[in-house]
């Protein structure tokens, strides 16, 4: 080591392994405007001589020299040095010397931004009153009038109407003035079929939280277009003769539902009580059910049984499931391949406690 300076040792080492100086800058960290002079030997520009004996050992290890060796042997160099580094009173501008001008800088720095949100605060409780006492305008008045005349109020109609009534019971029967006018009753609404779906079968669409459990709806379902001539998938747009499976289900509770028709695409919602939905298909129909308590079928009868007593009843997934034909049963291993089970719901009469 004896021959040359701290910097050529270091420099001349550093350059026989075939490293870059940038290289020793990633890896210890140190600029590398500070390690050209730690090699030139400019400790003018270094700051103190403990973050020179911190930078000079970890330039030695990350070459692969012995630290400790180094500046042992470069104890009394760098002692010398480090003595030539000029005063903060002389105009040193290195990096311990800049430290406090940092300092307070920051310091003026959060104090400007203090001084914004000071001043954003009382502008805010100033102006906001004048805001909420403004005047009203022209314009105003005039929506206001308008508004007015769009919504006429009822009370005065009504009282006319039963002023009327009053006179006309007090004076006797009216000479008729005109044509004779006929009562019009309302008409009942026709009564459905045995087989009708009833209406609003659907409760809600597959979004949202179930109203009797509180679990989350299913979300494996695509919701089909307002325009679609069977927007359920339940085979409304057959034709009698394509229809050879019918199956009929009515629910007793708020119950989840789960069915496929034929080919077409798996359907899935909250089937709210007392309702009745009719499935259609050409070959096959698969129906799981919540809770086999809670729902009644009908298939090639005309009564109703639970769907806990039908023979085809499985359990797949810890659902209750249905296929028709029952043939089709024991052929179809999995009728909802990939799909997760239905949340559970209570028995028919069962009250769910709520948190």
Request: charged residues 30%; without cysteine; hydrophobic residues 40%.
């Amino acid at each position: 080591m004896s021959g040359h300076t701290l910097g050529e040792f270091l420099r001349q080492e550093r350059e026989r392994r075939g490293i870059t100086i940038e290289q020793v800058a990633s890896a210890t960290k140190i600029s590398v405007r500070l390690l050209h002079s730690i090699e030139a030997d400019r400790y003018g520009e270094l700051p103190a001589k403990p973050f020179v004996r911190g930078f000079v050992q970890s330039y030695a290890r990350f070459v692969g020299l012995d630290a400790a060796e180094v500046l042992a042997r470069y104890k009394g160099f760098i002692d010398e040095r480090s003595a030539d580094r000029p005063a903060k009173d002389s105009g040193h501008s290195g990096y311990a010397f800049e430290k406090k001008d940092a300092d307070r800088g920051r310091q003026m720095l959060w104090a400007v931004m203090g001084s914004f949100v000071v001043l954003g605060a009382v502008v805010f409780f100033v102006v906001k009153p004048a805001f909420k006492h403004r005047e009203e305008t022209p314009a105003d008045r005039l929506r206001a009038a308008r508004s007015a005349q769009a919504t006429p109020p009822a009370a005065p109609q009504a009282s006319a109407r039963a002023a009327g009534s009053a006179d006309q019971e007090s004076a006797g029967p009216m000479p008729a003035s005109g044509p004779p006018v006929a009562k019009v009753e309302p008409r009942p609404a026709p009564k459905a079929a045995e087989d009708e779906e009833v209406p609003e079968t659907v409760a809600q669409a597959p979004t949202g939280p179930s109203p009797a459990t509180g679990a989350a709806e299913p979300s494996d379902v695509s919701v089909p277009s307002e325009d679609d001539k069977d927007p359920l998938r339940k085979g409304d747009d057959l034709s009698q003769v394509d229809v050879r499976q019918k199956v009929v289900f009515k629910s007793l509770a708020d119950i989840w539902v789960r069915y496929q028709v034929d080919d077409r695409p798996a359907m899935r919602f909250m089937l709210r009580a007392d309702r009745i939905i009719v499935l259609k298909a050409r070959e096959q129909v698969r129906f799981q059910v919540s809770n086999p308590k809670s729902a009644m079928v009908r298939y090639r009868t005309s009564e109703f049984k639970r769907v806990e007593d039908a023979p085809n009843l499985e359990t797949v997934r810890e659902t209750a499931t249905l296929i028709y034909p029952i043939e089709l049963a024991e052929k179809i291993e999995d009728p909802f391949p990939g799909m997760a089970p239905l949340p559970h719901t209570p028995d028919p009469g069962e009250r769910v406690e709520s948190n």
